[in-house]
């Protein structure tokens, strides 16, 4: 299995500062069709997770240009430009590269 | 838009049994793959399992913890995914996800909660 490792796990950010969180995977997620099986989604407190970003680098639909997506192979990042209030929540990364699809252990971001 | 709808969840007694549905809306749904992603209170997300589309197979895949106790299936004439659970145990409790499974990301239903508890 392709074990996802999440740094950091708690991550308080002062509103319009800037918020980074790390995601690694045990294996390569690079398909041969050269995209990253890489997803992040939020869990924002008492709702369903939501899709931020899609194989590695895509924002998904209505989401704020102040979340990107990088990284390649096993190392990928969220980044939050400026975070604001409505950021709060469980940031998770997944792999669909094969399965069993597995999860990141969640980074819980807060506001200062 | 994508809708997702879970039904079915309750308290079961170990050794139980329970069917989880999903009814699902605002897309072709038979010709989606379908996926199945628990979260035990206050935990992280496990994937449960997933079922291919009919013109991709219709194939299963289970995670090892549920493999031989959970069977996934789809009614596309219904738009409706299914989660046949069986030999329940207390580690099952959770909220189960029905989700899409894209190679663009996934939309989640709401979630219904699983209680496993004598």
């Known amino acids: 299995d392709i074990v996802m490792t999440q740094s950091p796990l708690s991550l308080p950010v002062t509103p319009g500062e800037p918020a980074s969180i790390s995601c690694r995977s045990s294996?390569?997620?690079?398909?041969?069709?050269?995209?990253?099986?890489l997803d992040w989604y939020l869990q924002k407190p008492g709702q369903s997770p939501h899709l931020l970003i899609y194989?590695?680098?895509n924002r998904a639909s209505g989401v704020p240009d102040r979340f990107s997506g990088g990284g390649s192979g096993t190392d990928f990042t969220l980044k939050i430009s400026r975070v604001e209030a409505e950021d709060v929540g469980v940031y998770f990364c997944?792999?669909?590269?094969?399965?069993?699809?597995?999860f990141g252990q969640g980074t819980r971001l807060d506001i200062k | 838009e994508v809708q997702l709808v879970e039904s079915g969840g309750g308290l079961v007694k170990p050794g139980g049994s329970l069917r989880l549905s999903c009814a699902a809306s605002?897309?072709?749904?038979?010709?989606?793959?379908m996926s199945w992603v628990r979260q035990a209170p206050g935990k992280g997300l496990e994937w449960v399992g997933r079922?291919?589309?009919?013109?991709?197979?219709?194939?299963?895949d289970y995670a090892a913890p549920v493999k031989g106790r959970f069977t996934i299936s789809r009614d596309d004439s219904k738009n409706t995914l299914y989660l046949q659970m069986n030999s329940l145990k207390t580690e099952d409790a959770a909220v189960y996800y029905c989700?899409?499974?894209?190679?663009?990301?996934?939309?989640w239903g709401q979630g219904t909660l699983v209680t496993v508890s004598s």
């Open positions: 989700t899409t499974d894209t190679t663009q990301g996934s939309d």
């Open positions: 605002g897309f072709i749904f038979s010709d989606a793959w």
């Open positions: 079922i291919k589309s009919k013109t991709d197979g219709g194939t299963t």
């Open positions: 294996q390569s997620l690079l398909h041969s069709n050269g995209y990253n099986y």
């Open positions: 194989l590695g680098s």
């Open positions: 997944m792999q669909g590269l094969q399965t069993p699809i597995t």
